[in-house]
Each structure stands twice: as C-alpha cells, then as structure tokens.
C-alpha cells in the first residue's frame, strides 16, 4: 500500500483534509505544514515515510526540495495546484480532491 504524504502551509486545512479523505480511500496517509507554526511540521522522517508527496501550491515543493535536498533525491513529489482558500472538510475541497486518481 502507498504511503501518502500531504502537505500544505500550516497542516490546519488542506493537508489534513486530504489526509482524512485519501485515509478513507484505504491508503496510509499523513499531512504536514512548510511553515515553522504549522500544526505538524514536515521533517525529514515525514519524508522518509512517504512513497509519494503530494503538495498543496509549487511553493510547498520549492521549500522541500531546498530544505531535504538528499531525501528528496527520489520522492515523486506532486503538485495538487489547490490554493489557500478551503475550510477544513470543505465540501469544495471534498470535491476537488475526489478528481486525483491516486494510486
């Protein structure tokens, strides 16, 4: 089963809503925030854990790859292109995320 990490800015919204939903698909998942006062913040073991990271916004990528730029070194890191503009359980979210065909 793949191991699915999600990530956004402060771990508060997006990520831990795709976290919940894709768990609920049957995959192992986890969520995390690039920012120094996210709820969880990513760190290395985070992605060590992953098969896959999946990122909210281009920028959670950038910060990644030049802060774990060994680590990374192999991870399929994708960008959802899902903006800052979601509640958490949003059913608009709910909605959009239900269009990744993640396997």
Not at 39 to 63: F, L, P, T
Not at 71 to 95: F, S
Request: glycine content about 4%.
């Amino acid at each position: 089963m793949n191991k699915l990490l999600f990530v956004c800015s402060g771990n508060k919204l997006r990520s831990p809503t795709a976290e919940v939903f894709f768990e609920e698909q049957g995959f192992e998942t986890r969520s995390a925030g690039t920012s120094r006062d996210a709820v969880n913040v990513i760190g290395i073991e985070d992605i060590k854990w992953a098969d896959k990271i999946y990122v909210m916004e281009k920028k959670h990528k950038q910060r990644i790859l030049a802060e774990y730029p060994r680590v990374t070194k192999y991870k399929k890191i994708v960008v959802m292109g899902i903006p800052d503009n979601y509640k958490y359980m949003d059913d608009k979210l709910i909605e959009v995320l239900k269009k990744y065909k993640i396997q």
